[in-house]
């Protein structure tokens, strides 16, 4: 079957830097993309990646790797705007997005 | 209005009622989704409509009716609903996901309880 495993929840501290980690068996392959998710509010895009690499946008990285199955969000000078669920997900085979539970991350002073 | 809009926010309803969610999107998309959002589980895909054809039905029960008469509007009709079914529902668009890879926007949901 299709999986996305991401951690449930993480703590961090105000100017820090964090890495949400996300690991997915899925059917194919056509990218990976990160959403946030305020409470209450809708998912909004993050990152896409399709080929191995880092790539960077601003305060906010995400890493891919295809041969491990493997990415990773970095988020850095953490701000208390940052507490929000961070969604991973993979684009399969047929275009279809595959979604991991999302990690939540709590941001202390 | 712009990007993807949703009404009503809040529902709340009994078994025995029904009711529709409505989805609006302002930016010129193809595709559009309904997902069904529950506490710590991944978004679980419902409908997919592509150019107004529905594509995808993720073994959703028939309590759902989705109706998509324009590639702008999309509806989610609910009847004998199950407390179960108690969730967030968002609505999302993309471009042609067939054309490749391509950022889904999301609504800002329909907080449904089924009493």
């Known amino acids: 079957g299709q999986n996305i495993d991401q951690p449930t929840e993480m703590t961090a501290t105000e100017g820090a830097i964090v890495q949400i980690n996300c690991t997915y068996q899925?059917?194919?392959?056509?990218?990976l993309f990160w959403y946030q998710q305020h409470a209450g509010e809708a998912p909004t895009f993050l990152s896409y990646?399709?080929l191995d690499g880092l790539e960077e946008k601003g305060r906010f990285s995400s890493f891919l790797s295809r041969s491990k199955g493997y990415s990773y969000l970095l988020l850095k000078e953490l701000q208390m705007k940052d507490s929000a669920s961070y969604l991973c997900a993979v684009l399969d085979s047929n275009y279809q997005l595959i979604w991991g539970a999302g990690t939540k991350l709590i941001i202390k002073p | 209005e712009t990007g993807v809009t949703q009404t009503p926010r809040h529902l709340v309803m009994g078994m025995t009622n029904k009711k529709s969610l409505k989805c609006e999107q302002h930016?010129?998309?193809?595709?559009m989704y309904w997902y069904k959002q529950s506490a710590k589980k991944p978004l679980e895909l419902m409908f997919v409509?592509?150019?107004?054809?529905?594509?995808e039905n993720n073994s959703v029960p028939s309590r759902f009716s989705p109706e998509c008469p324009n590639s702008s509007h999309l509806f989610l009709h609910l009847h004998t609903l199950q407390p179960e079914d108690s969730a967030l529902y968002l609505c999302a668009s993309s471009q042609d996901p067939s054309g490749g890879a391509s950022e889904q926007f999301f609504g800002p949901g329909t907080r449904l309880t089924v009493l």
């Open positions: 990646n399709v």
């Open positions: 409509y592509n150019f107004k054809e529905q594509t």
């Open positions: 930016l010129g998309h193809n595709a």
């Open positions: 899925t059917s194919g392959f056509n990218g």
